[in-house]
């Protein structure tokens, strides 16, 4: 999940001893902020889609595609992220936000699909980065938007290390589905990105 205007954009190492305190109070607030983006990996499709019984069609309406136009600058902490090809431009896949800012999946503040949740929404706040073998992480949001920031427990590296397992391998599967469909598609779309997806589930399933 990441938030393009207030990303606090300090990655650590996860190594890094100074680790935040953090317990999810279960407020939804992350759900219902118009600003942050729950992209959405290959897995985190197929994932949603099986348990749903989605269609390609069906899926298509449940999801965004956050287009950035040349020369504008990434958002912060989407600058890794994997834009994909499609009618509209490369494009940042997230979950639908309805008018009031809610995610399409949630039903009286309780997220229907939180089982099958996408990769972001199991590691927010905290986002994770790997480049030369080093991973570092950092939080995609501050205490006035996740109220879970500065209380309980602080959270330690073998938590912060687990969830990198989880998710970084996610986000490079997902990669690389990215840059063959990018190099492949003269005339890409959207619907057919999904219809790909979902003919070969077996290649988008980690978790
Ligand atoms: S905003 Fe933070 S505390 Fe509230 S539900 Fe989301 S992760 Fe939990």
């Known amino acids: 999940m990441v938030n393009p205007l207030n990303l606090t954009g300090h990655n650590k190492n996860i190594e890094e001893t100074k680790l935040p305190r953090f317990e999810c109070t279960r407020c939804g607030a992350c759900c219902r902020d118009d600003f942050l983006l729950v992209t959405v990996t290959g897995s985190d499709i197929v994932r949603i ?59 009286e503040n309780l997220c229907m699909i ?29 205490k006035e938007i996740c109220p879970g920031l500065a209380t309980g427990p602080q959270v330690s590296e073998i938590e912060l290390g687990e969830l990198a397992d989880t998710i970084l391998p996610d986000i490079q599967l997902y990669r690389e589905f990215v840059k063959e469909w990018n190099d492949n598609q003269l005339s890409p779309s959207a619907l057919d990105l999904l219809k790909t997806i979902n003919s070969d589930t077996s290649r988008h399933k980690i978790l």
């Open 49 to 107: 889609a099986a348990v749903l019984g989605l269609s390609p069609n069906e899926m298509l309406k449940a999801l965004d595609f956050y287009v950035v136009s040349d020369g504008e600058t990434k958002p912060i902490g989407l600058e890794k992220f994997p834009s994909v090809a499609t009618e509209s431009g490369l494009s940042y896949i997230s979950l639908k936000k309805m008018e009031n800012g809610e995610c399409v999946f949630l039903k």
């Open 114 to 142: 939180h089982p099958v949740r996408p990769v972001v929404c199991r590691s927010f706040p905290f986002v994770f980065d790997e480049s030369n073998g080093q991973r570092t992480w950092g939080l995609s949001a501050k």
